[in-house]
């Protein structure tokens, strides 16, 4: 006599992908989060960091990146490479901080992006200029 499957099933559609070294669980693609879980906090904690560092590096406490990286304790390839978000586009820094938009690159592709011109970051960051992304997604 066999018994009935008490077992249930449920299908989410969901896609694995590296983002920051680190697998990370993307939703389906017509799913809306909610305001507080659309950004990454990675890219929040790193974008505050680097206006901390501007700041500082214009308030004259220090005079070159290497002594604002011997004073934070981390290596002064990484804070230069960090201290570029305290330059992206206004633009892509209000949809980022107050709207938190989700984007479409790693914290290390949107320290490249803020070499790009102003009007050009919005696409690559919010993935609506694929031509442009495509260099910078890995």
Known sequence: MTKPDDTIRILIPLKVR?????????????????????????????IGRAWGWRRRMEAGEFSTIQELAEAVGLAERHVSRQLRLAYLAPEVMKQLVYKREVIAVTVMQLTECSALPWQDQAGVVFGSAPDTARHYQG
């Open 18 to 46: 590296k983002k920051n070294g680190r697998p990370k669980i993307l939703p389906p693609t017509d799913y809306l989060p909610s305001e507080d879980q659309a950004q990454d906090p990675h890219i929040l904690r790193a």
